[in-house]
C-alpha cells in the first residue's frame, strides 16, 4: 500500500522503507528536538517502529498543527507562488475561508527593528563620532556604551565572520558576536595586518550614494538622451496628428532634435516633455560621465573636458558590447530569494551568469535605497545583469539611463513575464505582451540610452491555450533586443502544469539568429540535456536553484549528486556568513539574515535526497511525501512545517527574539 501511494499521480517517488505518516514524522521530530537529541546530521540515527508507536501514544497528535487544504492539492494545480486554478466544483466544495487562501501571504506580520531590539545604540557611537550626531538633541537613540550593554541581547556565538574575514567589525559593540573583537572599556580590535589586505578594495559595487539620492529625489539628474528620444515619440509622425507611436525609423534617427528643453517630470506619462520649475538649477549629476548627444551644441549645459569622438557620435548597434553567454548556465532573477548572499552561494556551484531581483523602475528614479539594494553586484558575479519592471517608456527609459552611468553591468533585462496581479494590473510584466505599441517603445528607448546589452525575458503568453511569444519575438529582434528568455508558461498557468518546451524549441528556430534561453522545470542534468537538445542558446534555471543550488555542479558534472546533510547544514551556514556581512551582524542585520534563510528554507524542503528515491530524477512538480531521512538533520530538513524551519534558524543564529513570527512569501511553500 505504502508502495502504491509512493508513486500516486503528483507524488515524488520515494522508497516504502522511508516513507512515513504525517503522524510518525512529526512525533519524530518533536522526540529528537528535545534536549539530548543529537541534531548535527554527521552520524546515521535509526529508531525502531516501536518506539516511535509508543511516543505516538505518549504525545498528543492533535498538538501537531493541521494541513490546510492547500498542502493537499495534487502538484500540477499547484504554483511557486501558491496559485491554483480554480475550478467551479471545487470552489463549490471549499469552505469560505479557504476561498481566498491562494497567492502570496500579503497580509503577512513584518517584524521591524523596535519589535527586537526596544533601544538602540545611536550609529554615531557605533561610527566613534558621538559628538557629531545627526539627530543633535532629539535623538531617541542611546549615546552611554555601558547603558546600552546592560540592555543587549546576549552574544550569539563567539566568533565574529566580518572580525575573522576583513579584519575589522564595523558593527563594534552592537555586534551580535562582539566578544569576539571587544577589549577592555568595549573598544573595538582590530587586526591591522589582515585590515590592511582589504584596504581599497570593493566587495560590493553598484552602491547609492547619497549624493545620487539627493539629485534624484530633488529631481535634478539630467536624463539628456531619455528626453531626446521621448520628444521624439511626442512629435506627430504621419499618423493623423497624435503622438506616442513608434515608428519604424532608426533610433539615431529619432534622437536628433532641435529642442532642448530637459524633461524633469518623473511621470508615467510619454507625453509632452515638462519645464523645469523656476529657480531650479538643473546641475549635472557629478556622477555622470559627460556623454553628449547630436543635439549637444544647442545645449546650454557646459561640458567640462576634451570633446571625444564617444561625445558626438553615438554608438551604433554593432558597435556596442556583445552579451557572449551561448551555452553557460543563467540563475533566473528571482524576487526575495535571489539576493546577494544566494547568488554567491549559486556561484560557487558553477553558475555562470546571475541577475539581481525586479526592481521597479519608478522605486529606482525615486531614490529608493530598499530598490537600489537590488542592484548591489558582488565582485565574484563576472557576468551580472539587473532586471527592469515598468509599463511606460518615459519611466523606462530614463532609468535605463540612469543605471547606464552610475552603475556596472553587463546587460540590463526587462521583465515580460512578471504574472502577479500587482504589477499586471497597471500593465507591467506580462500585460507588456499584449501592450505591443508600449512595449515597442520601451524596448528602442531603454536600447537607445544604453551602451550594454538588452535582454527581454517572456513567457508563452497571456492565457493558458494561447501562445503568443512566436509572435513577438521576431518584434523584440527587430527592436534591437540582444537575447530573448522564454519561460515555457503563460500567465494564468502560473507555475502549474509543465513547461512547454516543444513550443520554446519552435521559437528558439524563429528568434535566430538572436539567441533565446529556455526556461522552466530543470531540477537535474537529464532535465538541462534535454532543454538543450531543443536548440535554445542556453538555459535560465529559476526554482530548480532554490530548490537545489548544487544543481549547476550536477549539470556540468553531468552525475546526481546524493548531498548528505551535513555538506547541506554547511551550505546554510555559509549562506549566514555571507548574510552577515551583507546585512550585517548587529541584531538588525541578524534578524533580517534569518528572514531570508527562512525564505529559502521554504524551498529547499521539496528537495528529496538522490538515496530516498526510487527512481532517479526527482520531478521539479512532483510533491514530495511525508518520510523519515537518514537522520535527525534530512528528516528536519524535509519538514515543511514553519516552526521546523525556525529551529533550523535558530541552530545557526541563536534564538528567535521574543515574539517572533513568520509567515512565507509564498502559501504553496508551508502550512501553520
Not at 60 to 74: D, F, L, M, T, Y
Not at 354 to 367: F, I, R, Y
Not at 385 to 399: I, N, R, Y
Amino acid at each position: 500500500m505504502a508502495a502504491a501511494a509512493a508513486v500516486a499521480a503528483g507524488v515524488a517517488p520515494v522508497r516504502a522503507r522511508f516513507l512515513a505518516s504525517k503522524e510518525q514524522f512529526h512525533a519524530y521530530l518533536r522526540a529528537r528536538g528535545e534536549p539530548g537529541g543529537r541534531v548535527d546530521g554527521r552520524g546515521k540515527e535509526e529508531e525502531d517502529e516501536d518506539e516511535v508507536e509508543e511516543k505516538e501514544e505518549e504525545e498528543e497528535v492533535g498538538s501537531c498543527q493541521n494541513e490546510p487544504p492547500a498542502k493537499r492539492v495534487r502538484s500540477e494545480d499547484l504554483g511557486q507562488d501558491g496559485e491554483r486554478r480554480e475550478d467551479a466544483g471545487a470552489a463549490e466544495k471549499e469552505p469560505a475561508e479557504r476561498k481566498r487562501a491562494r497567492g502570496q501571504n500579503k497580509s503577512r506580520p513584518c517584524m521591524k527593528p523596535n519589535h527586537y531590539e526596544q533601544r538602540r545604540l545611536c550609529p554615531s557611537v557605533t561610527q566613534g563620532c558621538a559628538e557629531k550626531c545627526y539627530f543633535g538633541s532629539q535623538c531617541r537613540f542611546l549615546h552611554d556604551i555601558g547603558e546600552y550593554m546592560a540592555v543587549k541581547p546576549a552574544d550569539l556565538g563567539r566568533s565574529c565572520v566580518l572580525f575573522e574575514t576583513f579584519g575589522k567589525c564595523i558593527y563594534g559593540v552592537t555586534c551580535r558576536f562582539a566578544q569576539a573583537h571587544l577589549g577592555d572599556g568595549y573598544q573595538n580590535i582590530v587586526n591591522t595586518d589582515l585590515a590592511k589586505q582589504w584596504e581599497g578594495k570593493s566587495l560590493v559595487r553598484n552602491n547609492l550614494s547619497k549624493d545620487l539620492q539627493h539629485q534624484l529625489r530633488k529631481r535634478k539628474f539630467l536624463f539628456k538622451k531619455a528626453d531626446e528620444y521621448l520628444r521624439g515619440l511626442a512629435k506627430p509622425h504621419g499618423n493623423g496628428g497624435k503622438g506616442g507611436k513608434a515608428t519604424g525609423r532608426s533610433t539615431e534617427e529619432q534622437e536628433v532634435s532641435n529642442c532642448t528643453t530637459p524633461q524633469e517630470g518623473l511621470g508615467d506619462s510619454p507625453g509632452c516633455p515638462v519645464l523645469p520649475e523656476q529657480g531650479e538649477d538643473p546641475k549635472p549629476d557629478t556622477l555622470q560621465s559627460p556623454g553628449p548627444t547630436g543635439g549637444e551644441e544647442a545645449s546650454p549645459v557646459k561640458t567640462v573636458g576634451p570633446v571625444t569622438d564617444e561625445d558626438i557620435i553615438k554608438l551604433r548597434s554593432c558597435e556596442k558590447k556583445k552579451l557572449e553567454i551561448q551555452g553557460k548556465l543563467y540563475l533566473a532573477p528571482l524576487t526575495t530569494c535571489g539576493n546577494l548572499p544566494f547568488r554567491r552561494i549559486c556561484k560557487r556551484f558553477g553558475a555562470d551568469v546571475t541577475c539581481g531581483e525586479m526592481a521597479v523602475c519608478t522605486n529606482l528614479l525615486q531614490g529608493q535605497s530598499s530598490e537600489w539594494a537590488l542592484l548591489k553586484r558582488h565582485h565574484t558575479e563576472d557576468i551580472f545583469g539587473v532586471q527592469l519592471e515598468g509599463a511606460f517608456p518615459d519611466t523606462m527609459t530614463k532609468c535605463a539611463e540612469l543605471l547606464n552611468q552610475t552603475i556596472e553591468v553587463d546587460f540590463v533585462d526587462i521583465n515580460v513575464g512578471c504574472p502577479i496581479d500587482l504589477v499586471y494590473k497597471k500593465g507591467g510584466g506580462c500585460a507588456l505582451m499584449t501592450r505591443s505599441n508600449k512595449f515597442e517603445q520601451i524596448v528602442r528607448g531603454m536600447n537607445s540610452v544604453l551602451d550594454v546589452p538588452l535582454t527581454v525575458k517572456i513567457r508563452t503568453g497571456v492565457q493558458e491555450k494561447i501562445n503568443v511569444a512566436h509572435k513577438i519575438i521576431p518584434k523584440i529582434r527587430e527592436w534591437g533586443a540582444s537575447m530573448v528568455t522564454l519561460h515555457g508558461r503563460s500567465r494564468e498557468q502560473r507555475y502549474t502544469r509543465g513547461a512547454d518546451w516543444d513550443y520554446i524549441a519552435e521559437c528558439a528556430k524563429i528568434a535566430s539568429p538572436m539567441p533565446l534561453f529556455g526556461n522552466g522545470d530543470i531540477l537535474s542534468y537529464e532535465d538541462a540535456n534535454r532543454a538543450m537538445q531543443m536548440g535554445v542558446s542556453g538555459i535560465m534555471i529559476a526554482r530548480g536553484a532554490l530548490i537545489k543550488p548544487w544543481l549547476f555542479t550536477e549539470i556540468k558534472e553531468q552525475r546526481h549528486w546524493d548531498i548528505s546533510s551535513s555538506e547541506r547544514f554547511d551550505i546554510l551556514k555559509d549562506f549566514t556568513n555571507y548574510g552577515l556581512e551583507h546585512w550585517g551582524s548587529d541584531t538588525q542585520g541578524v534578524e533580517k539574515t534569518r528572514k531570508f534563510l527562512l525564505e529559502w528554507l521554504s524551498f529547499l524542503c521539496r528537495y528529496i535526497p538522490v538515496g530516498l528515491l526510487e527512481h532517479l530524477p526527482q520531478k521539479i512538480n512532483e510533491r514530495p511525501p511525508y518520510y523519515m531521512g537518514r537522520d535527525y538533520l534530512e528528516t528536519l530538513m524535509a519538514s515543511q512545517n514553519v516552526d521546523d524551519w525556525i529551529k533550523i534558524s535558530e541552530l545557526l543564529l541563536g534564538p528567535v527574539p521574543t515574539s517572533f513570527t513568520f509567515l512565507p512569501k509564498h502559501k504553496a511553500n508551508s502550512y501553520r
